[in-house]
């Protein structure tokens, strides 16, 4: 026999229903952001209400009220700190980390690398798939807040400006941007 009883798994039909449908009313209401490429806070909070929704199906001590006040309560936090991300730049930082640089204009950038965990053959293989080019032909390579790697192959002086400045990226160090 594989359940207790035939009402557990009544219980349990019911129980993914309902969570279910609470888990998509909350995503709904907490907007597009929830469900976009992943920052690391939101791959968190979705794995987060991932495990309350199992928890709240399979295991008979946690209620269903119990599950859907913490998904709900998840959610508004998830929202609260978007809500600052969104107004505050340094708050954005801290929290959601921002873009890094990999790679620029015929250089790797060794320390940065190490401390991204990120391999010359990942930036090589970003550059071969994104761009279709050689590395002499790419300008920078960027390791987005998402996880994702960007890969520029062209950059005006203007916006090697934007680069730098409004995405908040360190110059390299003994590198000129107008190089």
């Known amino acids: 026999m594989f359940f207790d009883s035939d009402l557990r798994i009544v219980e349990i039909a019911v129980l993914t229903i309902l969570t279910y449908v609470i888990v998509v009313i909350a995503l709904r209401i907490s907007g597009k952001r929830t469900i976009a490429d992943y920052t690391a806070f939101d791959w968190i909070v979705s794995i987060t209400v991932g495990s309350i929704a199992a928890s709240t199906i399979i295991i008979e001590d946690?209620?269903?009220s119990e599950g859907i006040i913490s998904i709900i309560v998840l959610f508004v936090l998830q929202t609260i700190m978007a809500f600052f991300s969104v107004k505050s730049r340094q708050?954005?930082?801290?929290?959601?980390?921002g873009p890094t640089l990999?790679?620029?204009k015929g250089h790797y950038l060794e320390d940065t690398m190490i401390k991204t965990?990120?391999?010359k053959s990942d930036?090589?293989?970003?550059?071969?798939?994104?761009a279709n080019k050689s590395p002499d032909q790419v300008q920078a390579v960027i390791l987005?807040?998402?996880g994702r790697i960007s890969v520029i192959d062209k950059i005006t002086k203007e916006g090697e400006i934007?680069?730098?400045q409004e995405l908040g990226i360190e110059?390299?160090?003994?590198?000129?941007?107008?190089e």
């Open 117 to 119: 965990r990120v391999t």
């Open 144 to 146: 987005e807040k998402n």
């Open 162 to 164: 934007t680069l730098f």
């Open 62 to 64: 946690v209620s269903l």
């Open 91 to 97: 708050f954005r930082k801290h929290v959601e980390g």
């Open 123 to 130: 930036i090589l293989q970003s550059i071969r798939l994104k």
């Open 102 to 104: 990999l790679y620029y």
């Open 171 to 178: 110059m390299p160090k003994g590198l000129n941007i107008n």
